[in-house]
């Protein structure tokens, strides 16, 4: 069975930053894209970055050049670094992946911006 489990989430002001986490098991890791998405409150799940397995990255136009993600593939984990964070940014954020024709998720963890 495929885990995955987000943390790192947490209170911030507007400017700061945060590392999120996303550890994943019960896969071969290195062969898997991975991906973070966003919910905003009373909003539907949007694709922020995702990650190929060869390392490549893409990003939604509103996190370009604020967020960055990378992946572990010794430790199985993928990261999202989150900077200069806007109120707007604030919501659940999720760890995705596509495993035998499923959409994988985590539970999610929780970023709040405000001041």
């Known amino acids: 069975q495929v885990y995955l489990v987000e943390s790192g989430g947490g209170l911030v002001q507007p400017g700061g930053s945060l590392r999120l986490s996303c550890a994943a098991s019960?896969?071969?890791?290195?062969?898997?894209?991975m991906a973070w998405y966003h919910q905003a409150p009373e909003k539907q799940r949007e694709l922020v970055a995702n990650?190929?397995?060869?390392?490549?990255?893409n990003y939604a136009e509103s996190v370009k050049g604020r967020f960055t993600i990378s992946r572990d593939n010794v430790w199985n984990r993928v990261y999202l670094q989150m900077n200069s964070l806007k109120p707007e940014d604030t919501g659940v954020y999720f760890c995705g992946t596509r495993y035998r024709a499923r959409d994988i998720w985590g539970q999610g963890t929780q970023v709040t911006v405000s001041s």
């Open positions: 019960g896969l071969n890791f290195r062969l898997f894209a």
């Open positions: 990650i190929s397995s060869n390392g490549a990255a």
